[in-house]
């Protein structure tokens, strides 16, 4: 596993790539047409891995390998105290393996090591031991019917779940959900984004060591167009699940419509409103709001990326805030301390910068940063702007990077109108002692989290997901379980209507 560093060179992780290739059936094989595609280390931009490139004919083989494990298979069948356990057993190994799941998990997406083995591994051990203790827990009801008849509810699995996962999170998401579409005895066939194909791999591996049977779970490493599209498509997928852009989000449904209707649930992108009352504690509205928007390089759908401040402590605020930027440490994530590590890839970190320059041109005030940081990688300064207008680019979409934009408001009304103004609704931070201003607020926004006096509290069983076009259905808790069954009800007609 890879240790933190105190060098300046940068660092090689001690780990191998021993996996590289398409999950399917419980075996490591190739693609079909036999193509690779690379994936690249962000701080360098140089080859980490070639991977096996999955297209719809690796995509029929899983399919087809999670039809058979659903209906012929084990896991439906199974109790679900056995198919507890194995996720138990799953959980376990990640532990153990949590530093070298990390360090595959920061090479391949340049988010700093210790936040990777200190908080999102243990993060997705902890949720897959949370829906193991949910699979021996789902059962149905039953329920008064006006006549002679016994009623009841079955909570059945669905059957096969697609599931595509973005890059930003690769690890937490697949816990999100892999994790309830086991546990309620679904199989999944997965597609990781194409940025971050290795860590998958890595623990799907590990989760047949916890006695997984073959079939249950399948992975798919490739592109979207190709391999994601003809997941979205098949008839013979009974659900699908998506975290991305809200533009992919939209086609998933469409290819859904298109095919055999099956239900999607999507987690989409967002531009989250961060709400500064006046009461506050501007040093720790200022942290929590810069943390808000700059954790994970600010590569997180419900970024705080618009901050809403009251203008009776806005210039106190933005020299604060700009102050915190300055100081945000950016490098090679590898080494200890570090809090940013690079973009994603090339594409994103031009994104950034043109919406940068947009920032700019529009008249926002450039407080700090508004460049990449260093000669090579992804590295993006901690940008900073005032004096951010409602109708500014930087305010409407999102950026997906480093840069917060800070806004002036003088009343309640007036933040709550301007802060529902977009068409994305995924979460929203207020920050306040005032119980009044906490409630209204929480009250008022559309948006499917609400945090008061905190940001970006991830924990297994708190419901996740959005309003409006930030998506459908909840990942996490257990109202993501529901997404992965069906109802069936159950009428028996009674012989004796006493009985
Ligand atoms: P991002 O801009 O963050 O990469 P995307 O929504 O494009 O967001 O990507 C999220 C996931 O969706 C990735 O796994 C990607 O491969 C997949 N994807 C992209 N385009 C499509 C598509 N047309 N059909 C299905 N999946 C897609």
């Known amino acids: 596993s890879a240790a ?5 060179e940068p660092i090689i992780p001690q780990v191998q790539i021993d996996h590289n290739q398409l999950l399917i059936d419980g075996q490591f094989v190739d693609a079909a047409s036999g193509k690779t595609f690379p994936t690249f280390d962000p701080r360098t931009g140089d080859v980490i891995a070639n991977v096996a490139e999955g297209d719809s004919e690796d995509v029929n083989r899983a399919v087809s390998a999670a039809r058979k494990a659903f209906d012929e298979g084990p896991w439906p069948r199974m109790t679900a105290y056995e198919r507890s356990r194995i996720m138990y057993r799953f959980a376990d190994l990640l532990e153990k393996h949590n530093d070298t799941i990390a360090a595959l998990e920061t090479w391949d997406n340049g988010k700093p090591y210790e936040q990777a083995a200190k908080v999102e591994i243990p993060m997705v051990t902890r949720v897959f031991r949370y829906y193991a203790g949910w699979a021996d827990k789902i059962h149905g009801l039953t329920a008064p019917a006006d006549g002679p008849y016994h009623v009841q509810t079955l909570h059945e699995p669905i059957g096969v779940a697609g599931q595509i996962i973005p890059w930003n999170f690769p690890l937490v998401i697949y816990s999100w959900k892999v994790g309830p579409a086991l546990a309620s ?14 860590s998958a791999l890595y623990v799907s591996n590990l989760f047949h060591e916890a006695g997984l049977p073959p079939g249950v779970l399948n992975v798919v490493t490739g592109f979207g167009p190709t391999a994601g599209a003809a997941l979205c498509k098949h008839m013979d997928v009974d659900k699908l699940a998506f975290t991305g852009s809200s533009g992919t989000g ?7 419509a298109e095919s055999n209707m099956k239900p999607v649930t999507l987690e989409l992108g ?9 009461d506050g504690d501007v040093d720790a509205a200022v942290e929590a709001a810069h943390t808000a928007l700059f954790f994970n390089q600010g590569q997180c759908c419900c970024a705080g990326s618009r901050t809403f401040v009251h203008e009776s402590i806005y210039d106190e605020f933005v020299e604060k805030a700009k102050a915190r930027a300055l100081k945000r440490v950016v ?8 809090e940013q590590g ?3 890839d090339s594409m994103q970190f031009e994104k950034i910068l043109s919406y940068i320059r947009s920032g700019i041109e529009s008249g926002a005030t450039l407080e700090s940063g508004g460049q990449r940081s260093g000669s090579k990688g992804y590295y993006i300064q901690p940008t900073v702007f005032s004096n951010v207008q409602d109708d500014m680019l930087i305010a409407k979409d999102e950026i997906f990077g480093p840069v917060q934009s800070i806004l002036k408001f003088k009343d309640l009304d007036e933040v709550i109108r301007r802060a ?12 306040t002692q005032n119980l009044e201003y906490a409630h209204t607020l929480s009250r008022a926004l559309r948006a499917g989290t609400v945090w008061i006096n905190c940001y970006d509290v991830f924990d297994a069983a708190i419901p996740f997901g959005g309003y409006k076009m930030s998506g459908q259905g ?7 379980l529901s997404n992965y069954l069906q109802v069936k009800a159950v009428v028996t007609a009674l012989k004796n209507p006493a009985w």
């Open 4 to 8: 933190a560093a105190t060098v300046e």
């Open 185 to 198: 005895g679904n199989t999944v066939v997965l597609k990781t984004a194409e940025q971050t194909p290795l």
């Open 250 to 256: 939209k086609r998933v449904m469409a290819f859904a």
């Open 270 to 278: 967002g531009k989250s409103p961060f709400i500064v009352c006046k």
């Open 331 to 338: 490098g090679d994530p590898f080494k200890s301390g570090v």
């Open 342 to 344: 690079p973009q994603i």
């Open 420 to 431: 529902n103004a977009t068409p994305y609704g995924l979460a929203a931070g207020v920050f």
């Open 474 to 480: 909840r990942v996490r808790g257990a109202y993501s």
